[in-house]
């Protein structure tokens, strides 16, 4: 069996598409949906996410507010612009990029974001609507395995969904997902007994461990469905997944790639969130 390869680029890109035409029709109606991104300090990959967050934003019409601090930014001056931008009427979401500089508690960051501007959905209060099922902010990795799966069009009822990792970004918010859509889930995490046999029961694989192919290729039950969330890097420029991709291709009906897959749909999931945010906010 060959599996169908699950292009993230071009799925993102659809996302992209239908959010653009969204906007459109909001900004008809006189609401520009605004995403505002903090970014405190020069670590060089915050840096790069944030300009293309930036970039998308704008090309898809949306309103975008920069805020670049420096590394010495204190916790007090930052939580005085979240609570700014809580207030501002022209921002429906509001991201603050991590990780943060160790002086600064991010924790307590992130949970003085307003849970109507969770663009991330880290917000204990959103992850707690997320746990029982009311909707709200989804977290916007999990979201993006979610979308893939139903543009293969793939009914999760009463799958076996194996989870690998559970972290509260990755894991236990994509397993809850799998969960509302009524898949039964099994969270496998570090100290999990035989892995191997736990994988090769799932009918679907979800990967965020961030150890190079650790997912073996012959622990994928034929036909199963592979989403390899894992960015990992080996040498100097290779990225490869948490699962062994050749080896599971043979074996999978269907696999994302790395790079190409997950990696692609993360912040068009974010622009989703701004924009659901703002039709919230029109419809209130
Ligand atoms: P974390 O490091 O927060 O979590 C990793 C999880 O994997 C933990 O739950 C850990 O278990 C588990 N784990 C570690 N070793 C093993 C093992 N040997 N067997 C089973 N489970 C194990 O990672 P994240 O969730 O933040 O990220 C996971 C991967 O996804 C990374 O490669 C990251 O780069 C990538 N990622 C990609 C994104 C994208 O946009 N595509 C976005 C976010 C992440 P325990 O809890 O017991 O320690």
Same mark, same amino acid.
């Given at each position: 069996?060959?599996?169908?390869?699950?292009? #993230?680029?071009?799925?993102?890109?659809?996302?992209?598409?239908?959010? #653009?035409?969204?906007? !459109?029709?909001?900004?008809?109606?006189?609401?520009?949906?605004?995403? !505002?991104?903090?970014?405190?300090?020069?670590?060089?990959? +915050?840096?790069?996410?944030?300009?293309?967050?930036?970039?998308?934003?704008?090309?898809?019409?949306?309103? +975008?507010?920069?805020?670049?601090?420096?590394?010495?930014?204190?916790?007090?001056?930052?939580?005085?612009?979240?609570?700014?931008?809580?207030?501002?009427? %022209?921002?429906?979401?509001?991201? =603050? /990029?991590?990780?943060? &500089?160790?002086?600064?508690?991010?924790?307590? =960051?992130?949970?003085?974001?307003?849970?109507?501007?969770?663009?991330?959905?880290?917000?204990?209060?959103?992850?707690?609507?997320?746990?029982?099922?009311?909707?709200?902010?989804?977290?916007?990795?999990?979201?993006?395995?979610?979308?893939?799966?139903?543009?293969?069009?793939?009914?999760?009822?009463?799958?076996?969904?194996?989870?690998?990792?559970?972290?509260?970004?990755?894991?236990?918010?994509?397993?809850?997902?799998?969960?509302?859509?009524?898949?039964?889930?099994?969270?496998?995490?570090?100290?999990?007994?035989?892995?191997?046999?736990?994988?090769?029961?799932?009918?679907?694989?979800?990967?965020?461990?961030?150890?190079?192919?650790?997912?073996?290729?012959?622990?994928?039950?034929?036909?199963?469905?592979?989403?390899?969330?894992?960015?990992?890097?080996?040498?100097?420029?290779?990225?490869?997944?948490?699962?062994?991709?050749?080896?599971?291709?043979?074996?999978?009906?269907?696999?994302? &790639?790395?790079?190409?897959?997950?990696? &692609?749909?993360?912040?068009?999931?974010?622009?989703?969130?701004?924009?659901?945010?703002?039709? %919230?906010?029109?419809? /209130?």
């Amino acid at each position: 069996m060959t599996a169908q390869v699950i292009d #993230g680029k071009a799925i993102a890109a659809r996302v992209r598409q239908r959010i #653009g035409e969204r906007v !459109a029709e909001l900004k008809a109606k006189g609401v520009t949906p605004g995403l !505002a991104v903090v970014l405190v300090g020069d670590d060089p990959a +915050s840096r790069v996410y944030v300009g293309m967050k930036k970039k998308n934003c704008i090309e898809l019409g949306m309103y +975008s507010a920069d805020h670049e601090l420096p590394e010495s930014t204190s916790e007090a001056d930052l939580l005085a612009l979240i609570g700014q931008l809580n207030a501002d009427e %022209r921002v429906h979401g509001i991201l =603050v /990029q991590l990780p943060l &500089p160790s002086h600064i508690d991010s924790d307590k =960051v992130l949970e003085a974001i307003s849970p109507d501007k969770d663009a991330d959905g880290f917000h204990p209060f959103n992850v707690g609507r997320l746990a029982i099922g009311k909707p709200t902010f989804q977290p916007c990795t999990p979201y993006g395995v979610m979308v893939m799966l139903d543009e293969i069009g793939y009914d999760l009822t009463g799958k076996e969904v194996v989870v690998v990792g559970r972290s509260n970004i990755v894991g236990k918010p994509v397993a809850l997902m799998c969960l509302a859509r009524h898949a039964t889930v099994t969270i496998c995490h570090s100290r999990t007994k035989d892995l191997a046999e736990v994988v090769r029961r799932a009918d679907v694989v979800i990967a965020a461990v961030g150890k190079a192919e650790m997912v073996k290729g012959d622990w994928i039950k034929p036909g199963a469905v592979v989403i390899d969330v894992g960015i990992n890097r080996v040498g100097e420029k290779k990225l490869v997944g948490d699962v062994e991709y050749a080896a599971a291709a043979e074996r999978a009906s269907a696999i994302t &790639p790395v790079p190409g897959g997950v990696g &692609p749909m993360t912040i068009a999931m974010l622009l989703q969130n701004t924009l659901e945010s703002a039709e %919230r906010k029109l419809r /209130q």
